[in-house]
């Protein structure tokens, strides 16, 4: 048995554990399906001379990718088989929460981590430790919050990129117990979104270098705003709204009517 | 997933060029390899369409009618000592669909260059 028809047996067993307890024609239809497709592959990968171990991590690679739209498709015929939607019908405000709900636990992650990025120096004193890891925290944040913007108007996949790596920092607070179990389903969820939208060819429209170095510029200067309201007190805030209210009022007198 | 009668994803897209084109080239129908390796070769090399993702789309264009389905001669799978293969073929209305998307998008029809397998 060659690499290949290992990676093979395990897409089988995997699709034989998603398609379980669901109506056998369904079922042997997805399998049948899919058994034709691996045999192909391999078929294939010997006429050109691929590697079995280059076919084996091809086939595996497309089974991974194509979890996420398995379960959804698991989901949809259990639906089907029991008469209800796949998605909750009626009010439009509970269809959009199934659609969308970690990204309201996204967004509470993001609040939570700038919030307390502020907080923690704050009650804890400030120290190199306290300022430097609420200045992470908060970008962290900011990083999150500005993934849900960049995913709902640019890229998907960018966007669900932002989210996961701002969510990381919730995970090491395992002793409070509500931190790692608002980031972890929220990573898991943008990592699920990503490998969909990416396995759907959708590709959005990639932010531009400039767009890339103003995010990267708002993330910078939150955290430089975070530490500095941190060491120098909170009402270093009043001269920096000021410098920005100037700056914004220069650049719309500059700009041609 | 709601969506507005006519629209389609990229991959809906790809899958709809891709059958045309196969027809194009010969081939009446295809089964799911053949398009993943169809769309993975064209307009450039990228990797195949993940099993779930694919068999989905295909799954989904059948029940809006823009696809429709049969499997092959059992016969002629065990002759040649292989799986059956679920054949797809573009319907009519699959046509029609992808030339209003392509029109729409100021995409010109058919991609160059596929070969039936």
Known sequence: MSTADRAAALVAWWVATYSHHLPSEVAERRQAELASDLWEQRAYGRLVGAPAPAVALSILRRMTAGMPADLRWRHHQLAATRGRPPVPGGRPVLRTLARNWWLILAALVGLFEVGFGVAIPLEEGTSFDTVGGGAILAAAGLLVLGGIAVRRQRSRITGDIMIAVGAVPMLPWLWMILPPLLGLPVILAAAFDMAEARSLGERGTSLAARERLVLAGVVLLGAVLVITLLVAGPLIVVPILLGLVVYVGLRQRRRPA | ?117
């Open chain 2, 1 to 117: 997933m709601r969506r507005k009668p006519g629209t389609l994803l990229p991959l809906e897209v790809d899958i709809l060029e891709a059958g045309l084109e196969i027809r194009r080239a010969g081939g009446a129908r295809f089964h799911g390899f053949q398009l993943a390796k169809a769309i993975s070769d064209h307009p450039g090399p990228r990797p195949l369409t993940a099993h779930g993702t694919l068999y989905k789309a295909l799954q989904r264009l059948e029940e809006a009618g823009l696809l429709e389905s049969q499997w092959e001669d059992p016969n002629i799978a065990a002759t040649e000592g292989r799986p059956r293969r679920r054949l797809y073929a573009v319907t009519g209305a699959g046509e029609r669909t992808l030339a209003a998307w392509q029109a729409r998008h100021g995409r010109a029809p058919g991609r160059p260059g596929l070969e039936p397998t």
